[in-house]
Structures are given as structure tokens and as C-alpha cells.
């Protein structure tokens, strides 16, 4: 009996103690259903409160980065991109009914090849974030991704959080997955994701310095961990709004067996299925539309 009165309070001491350090930020909380679904092949945590990734420092890849980074600042200082994108994208304009369709946590062998023929029969075109190390074992699965029309956006090399690891270390979990992306599409991403959206003014900083645009979400079912199609379809609804980013997984099952009735309901409500670049394109041009209205001369009738 004694025994288990030691035994008891030490779990509730355990407990305790666990509450506090979380309440105080000194640990993550644990989402223990989640971690039930994390994927053994690849140690990849598809959610938001707990990361179990570590930097994969020995990859040749991240050792280049690292040295660009430490070594030659200049070089990120030089970096550019095709296009101009705000430094932090949280959703697109709200006068347009459109929602940008983007995946993380890819690419998945053989779920992300299923993922692009289910897209092409819906005619739909989304945003791949991208995991590097992933990435490296896969590169055909990006180059199919786009050669699809889809875009192919950065989600760090190692996929761990950002927030947690020191400044150079996440330009250089950034830079790594651009050179990865770069040598397999020839050219690098306009956008990136911080892993779970970890992220602080050093992770936006980082991606600025790295010609990324950082793009986080309005909508997120959180389908990593499986909580049933109907749940998955029910949260993304009651969730749409316009100029909305919907955040979806790659290689979720459930996902991919409830994205056609998703797709045909939100585009029942009136909505534009796009990809974040053409969601920011079009707020673009429907801010410059709104300008030129509001500066165009009023007209008289009086001669």
C-alpha cells in the first residue's frame, strides 16, 4: 500500500511539474494523439505542438548552407527571385473568392505521386511545402509535382522547429532546402513554411534573407492526425473565408479520400481553388484595382 502511495505521488509530482514547465515555456505541450500517428519511415511530426526532428547537420547539403551562412553572408544578401511577395503572407485579399490549396511535410513515396493524378482529375493546382531532406530522396516526386502546374515551396531542410534553434542554424535549414530545390528544379522557391508555424522575428528574418516569403494559414482541419473525413471536411468548411490558405498534409489518407467532396463543396460555395502564388497575384491586382478606382476623377455631367 505504501508503495503505491510513493508510486501515485510521484505521477501526480510528474504531472505537476510537467504543467508548470509547460505553462512557463520552458517545454512544448505534447499533443499525445498526434504523436500516436507519427510517421515511423520518415520521423517527421505532422502537426504543430511538438516537433521530434533534429537537424540533419551531416547532409551535404545543410554543410553547404551552413558555410554560406557563417561564411559568406553576402552571398544571402544577394539572393533574388523572379517575384515580389510581402515578407509574411497570413491570407490574400479579402474581397476575392479564392482559396490558396497548399500540403505540407512532402514529398511521401508512393502517396505524393497518388496526390498529383487526384489533383489533375479534380483540375486542381496547389502549394508543395517541401521538406528538404525529403526531398533528397525523392527528387522525382518534385519535379512531377511541378511539371503538374503545381508550386514547389520551402518547409525547411531538416523539419525541425525553427523557433527553438539558433538564428544562422534556420537560414541554414532555409538556404539548404533552396540549394536541394534548386539543383533539382533549376531555379529556387518564392515561398516558404516554418515547420508547425514555429516561428519568431529571427524565422521571418531568416527567410527574408533568404528571398522567401514566409506563408502561414487561415484555415487547418489539422488532418495529421487523422481524425476521421467527415471532421477533416466539417473543420475546413466552417473555416473558409475569402483569400483564405487552407494547410493540408501530404500522405494523410483521410486526406486524400475526402479532397474530391472537399473540392466540390468549397467550390459549391462559390470558391476559387488556386495556388499561394496566383492567390497573391490576383490580391495583386485586385489592390492596384481598388486604388485606380478610388483615384479615378469623378465625372460631371454638367457641360
Sequence with gaps: MKRLVVVLGCVVGVVGAYKVATKIHLIQPVDWL??????KADHLFHGVTVNTAVEDRKDPYWKQAYAEVTKHPSILASTSVPESFPGRIERGNTELKEIALTFDDGPHYPSAHALVQELKSLNLRATFFVVGKMAEKHPELIREEEAAGNEIANHSFSHVNLSKIPEKEVATEYRACNLLLKKILGHQPRFCRPPGGNSDSFVFRAADD?????VLWTNDPSDYANPGEDVILERTLKHLSNGGILLLHEGVKETMSVLPLLTKEIRDRGYKIVTVGQL???SAI???TAVAQ???PKLSRDR
Excluded at 498526434?34 to 510517421?39: Q, R, S
Aim: net charge positive.
Design 34 to 39: 498526434a504523436v500516436a500517428h507519427l510517421k
Design 210 to 214: 533568404n528571398g522567401l516569403s514566409t
Design 280 to 282: 497573391m497575384r490576383d
Design 286 to 288: 485586385a489592390r492596384q
Design 294 to 296: 478610388l483615384t479615378l
